[in-house]
């Protein structure tokens, strides 16, 4: 079975927003497929960069490839901007058809695509990025990853994966290892390491 969570929380430094989609028992592998189809969209909209004036419109496409090449889609927007003891769904900009207003550097905003079986299962995975300037590319804008919590992989399908998003997902286990490790307990510890392991 699979458990979404989705959760957050109003802190003196920010506002939080984070989902995962656990396994809780058995699985299949129409289950796999479809958890590996959301993480590729995911990581596609991680490791984007795009030239200053685009909008969150111009690149929802890049969540969504993955699952339209199988014939699936969500209803609702990639990412949403994330405010301070605000809202949590915070304008003016975001990634969904709807956002015509241009990613600027200092924008925070959700990376969710997800993937819902109706009667079945849900999947949704979700970090909060950051928009930064490219550190490649001038005029150029990419995302950093602010969310820090393992995404399970027991869940992948590692067949549908390439290099470049195992790779990514590798550096991204060993960032929230290395920085949330120090803040936790021996048992705690040792659950982080193997939820963090390399594939």
Do not use: C
């Amino acid at each position: 079975e699979l458990m979404l969570l989705d959760s957050g929380g109003q802190y003196l430094s920010g506002t939080t927003d984070i989902t995962r989609t656990l396994f809780t028992g058995s699985t299949n592998a129409k289950q796999k497929q479809h958890f590996t189809l959301v993480l590729k969209g995911m990581i596609a909209i991680s490791m984007l960069k795009f030239p200053k004036g685009t909008t969150g419109s111009q690149i929802d496409i890049m969540a969504r490839h993955a699952l339209w090449q199988n014939g699936l889609n969500y209803s609702h927007g990639t990412g949403h901007g994330v405010g301070a003891f605000l809202s949590v769904h915070e304008g003016p900009a975001g990634i969904a058809p709807r956002y015509n207003v241009p990613l600027k550097a200092g924008m925070i905003i959700s990376n969710e695509p997800g993937y819902y079986l109706e009667g079945e299962y849900g999947i949704r995975i979700e970090n909060l990025v950051h928009v930064i300037n490219s550190a490649d590319f001038e005029g150029f804008l990419a995302f950093e990853t602010l969310t820090l919590a393992p995404i399970d992989t027991r869940l992948l399908d590692l067949s549908l994966l390439d290099s470049k998003e195992i790779n990514w997902l590798n550096k991204y286990h060993s960032q929230v290892r290395e920085q949330i490790s120090p803040h936790l307990e021996h048992d705690q510890k040792s659950w982080l390491h193997r939820a963090t392991t390399a594939i």
